[in-house]
C-alpha cells in the first residue's frame, strides 16, 4: 500500500519559487534575542536535545532533536507518521476574539459559517484577504457562546483582525492571550492520550483528531 506520505508522483521538473529555494548549509549561528520571545518550553526542548530552531510568530520555534548522524530528520518524520511525537506548539498563538458580537465578527472574518460552531468544540477555518488569498487556516475554538479563540500558523494575524474592526467596529476584544499549546500528534495519539487521561478522552468534543469528519464539517 503506497503512503499518502511519500508521493510517486516525479517533481523532477517542477520550478520551486526563489524564496522557498534553499541557498545550502552555512556555518551562521541563530542569535538568542529579546526580540524574539521564548516559550515556557524552550528550555525543555534543549533538556530534549533540541540543537535547532526557527521563529514563528517571533517565538523560537524547535526543529530538530535527533542528530544527523543518529538519523536526523527522517527519524522523527518515520516516528510522526507510524507511532506518536509530542510537540513544542507555542508558536501557535492564540488570538482571542471575545464580546456581545464574537459570533458576527468571527463569522466575518472567516470562509465557514461560524454559527455552526457550538461552544467547546473546535473546527478548521481559512481567512482570506479582500483578492481571496488565504492569510491563516487556524483550529478555531468556540470556548462559550460570546468567546472564539485563533490558534494561528505564522502570521500577524492579530493586526489583521484588530485592522478590520476599525470600520467595522464589532463589540469585541481582540487580543493574544498567554496561552501555549503542546501537541500530542500521530496515529498512536489517542491511545496515549488515553492511558494518561483515561478512556473517556476518547469522547471528548475537544480532542483534536483528524481522522474524525466532525472535525471538517
Known sequence: M????HPSVDQSDRVVPYNLRQSGRTPVQMLISTRVRK?????????AGCWRATVYNRIYHPRGYVKPEDGGAMVEYEALVNRVTMWNV???RQIRVKGPDAEA????????DATKIQPGNGKYA?????????LND???????EDEFWFSISDSD???????????KKYDVVIDEIDVCPVQIQGPLSEDLMAKLAGEELKR????WNYGNPSWWS
Not at 2 to 5: A, I, S
Not at 39 to 47: A, M, N
Not at 126 to 134: A, P, Q, R, T, W
Open 2 to 5: 503506497t503512503n499518502p506520505n
Open 39 to 47: 516559550s515556557p518550553f524552550w528550555h525543555l526542548s534543549h533538556e
Open 90 to 92: 507555542a508558536v501557535e
Open 105 to 112: 465578527f468571527t463569522d466575518y472574518v472567516i470562509t465557514r
Open 126 to 134: 481559512i481567512l482570506c484577504n479582500d483578492k481571496g488569498g488565504v
Open 138 to 144: 487556524p483550529v478555531l475554538l468556540r470556548l462559550t
Open 157 to 167: 494575524l492579530l493586526l489583521w483582525l484588530q485592522g478590520v474592526n476599525v470600520t
Open 204 to 207: 471528548c468534543s475537544l480532542l
